[in-house]
């Protein structure tokens, strides 16, 4: 037996025996099927919506405790180090190992040649930077010892005193290198969480089937329909997925929703429609995830748009590699068009890349094709297999750094106001070029002031000081006027810089100290922020080249190591780690000489590091081998390798800037290796070739 609640006369009425009050009916119940067909289709994309918010909170949630449980993980293996390493004694006379760690810290302890390889881990592994899994390198190797190994010192070769390297491993390689345990360790310390899951997706489950307009009635829920006399409340668009009490609750037509609860007069009879079941969790708290009920005023032809959910935070910053990988991914490097070709001198770098970048059909999406011009206006011959660039977008991001656009200190640089560079749209240009370089594999700036960075990033920056007027005579002027003790001796300092604040808009009388004080911050504002305004409005429209200024906005604390931290010098360990050695068979002559090879390599990055082998410094090794004078924030296409030069008429390095290869002469003694690799190094004229 069917249920419905319009009553259907037995027989069809005469066309002639209808009246215009059941034609009016028959209109108002056909919009109230209508209104009944767009909720449930609103009501369908609500539900969607409540079900993948759901679920992307069931994801953060695993995430933090799958990382809280790792961490717990790392502190525990910490703490069982220390107490083992407790029940060894060091010994008096031994090995005499030194330990460096990645942040440059050094230690040193004895060991005996047959005590556990574990004893050394223990001890290298005590620090409270220590990963749950690490390895340890001999300069003289080129396999590092990960801490999971057994045997003893003696079995991994460790028989003579020496420094080794030492490699903490991230979560994340952990869980790459060991997928199967890493996935045994999720299991058990995220089994809770599952559970939870579970529990939260059933629940979840039942209230949106609960909640359904197209769900079958069960006779137990009609038996509880309010009539017609009975006062509704507004339905819910979402039920909390706690205990459910259940109500029922009629569809309204669009005229009257907002009206009966309020007033509490008695619906219509053919306002007691299809009822529509609604779980409403009794006295819950709001949530940011509760839609809110949906009122539909007399004057309102359509529903208003449901609350949108607040943006979902990560739970841990992006790293500034994924972004730029997210970023060169867009870059078509298979496609290099005419107009992408940079034909530069070295020794006018910006010219030739402001001639190109200009180009109407340049593509910053697309591949680059540089070409090096020598003095004599002849191409070098290099083929751009990525050397090139890396050379060329290096030398682009030191011409940016000394251009005319920008003034102040070197690593605290302002955008500087020059009308021919405004007129010309160079700083639009330059932001490209920025914006180019760090996609392409180039490196960062490393030299923007913080108000500077703050203004691209759309932040509020600090009130500026009087020490950041770039221009010498007037911060001397403004400083004049902050130091006065009277008002008189102010107002004689402001006559005195009368014409320069007379072009800032900043020149009148003073009557009180405070009025000294705003004087000089309104002074020092324009002239940093304001006479540049439409400077930086052109540089920030060039940043949004390659979605770049998009980015760094979205992730203002990634890119801020980028763009205003300094540097970070090169260190040996950095290139030691840097380049994967290609040896000769293992037991071979030549294998004997390439270790002693790699042995006057690695001593030779540590003299320069030290400052012993001037005027050779390690970001020039790197140029010379890659292009770049520091490893890409990007990172290399694949890892620089080191090969060996047997041949004895090659007595200097050689290089592939295009395959990352490094070549290492062969000495029989460590002075003729560094003697031949230092004038290599420093006489190269191009692409690595001494």
Known sequence: MSRSLFTEPSTAPDVQDISPEAESTNSQHLGVEQTLLDWRSL????????????????????????????????IKAIEERQQRLAQYKEPSSGLLLKFKYPNGFIRKRTFNVSDPIQVLFDFVGQDEMASEIFSVQQATSSIPIESTSSGSLMDHDITTSATLYVLWISTLDIQERCPVQANGMLEQSLSSVLSLQTLLSDQALTSLSAQSPLAPTSPQVLSTMPNSSETSTLFSSQAPVSQPSTQIQPILPSSEVSLVAASGQPLSPHYNLTPHVMTIEEQAPASPFTEQPIIILEDQEEPPESPQHPPELPFYETDLQTILTKLYSKVDMTFCPTSNQINVCRDRILECSLHAFRRRRFDPAAKLDVIFVDEEGSAEGAVDEGGPTREYLRLLMRAIHQSNVFE????????????????????????????????????????????????????????????????????????KIQDANTVVEA???????????????????????????????????????????????????????????????KNPAVFHELFVCEEKPLSARDLCTLFQVCFSVQGSNKRRIENQTICYWRDWLVDIEVGEC????????????????????????HRPQIEFLHEANKVFPEANTCLIVLRLPVHSDYESFTKYMKEGVLQSPTFGVA
């Open 491 to 553: 107002n004689e300092a402001i006559m005195q810089a009368a014409d320069t604040l007379s072009i800032v808009g900043a020149l009148r009388r003073v009557t009180t100290l405070e009025e000294r004080d705003s004087l000089v911050q309104s002074a020092a504002d324009f002239f940093a922020n304001g006479r540049v305004c439409t400077a930086l409005q052109q540089f920030v429209e060039g940043l949004k080249t390659l979605n770049v200024l998009d980015e760094i906005q």
């Open 408 to 479: 102040g200190h070197e690593n605290d640089r302002h955008l500087a106001l020059d009308t021919s560079a405004l007129e010309s749209k160079m700083y639009n240009c330059i932001g490209k070029m920025i914006s180019v370089c760090l996609v392409h594999g180039g490196i960062g700036p490393h030299f923007f002031s913080q108000r500077l960075y703050d203004h691209i990033c759309g932040t509020l920056s600090q009130p500026t000081l009087v020490e950041e007027v770039v221009n010498h005579s007037f911060r001397e002027q403004l400083i």
């Open 43 to 74: 009501r369908s994309q609500q539900d969607k919506e409540y079900e993948e918010s759901l679920l992307a909170d069931q994801e953060n949630e695993r995430r933090r405790q799958c990382y809280k449980a790792w961490e717990e993980r790392r």
């Open 614 to 637: 001037s005027p050779v410094t390690l970001e020039m090794i790197l140029e010379f081998a890659s292009g770049a004078s520091t490893v890409p924030p990007l990172g290399f296409p």
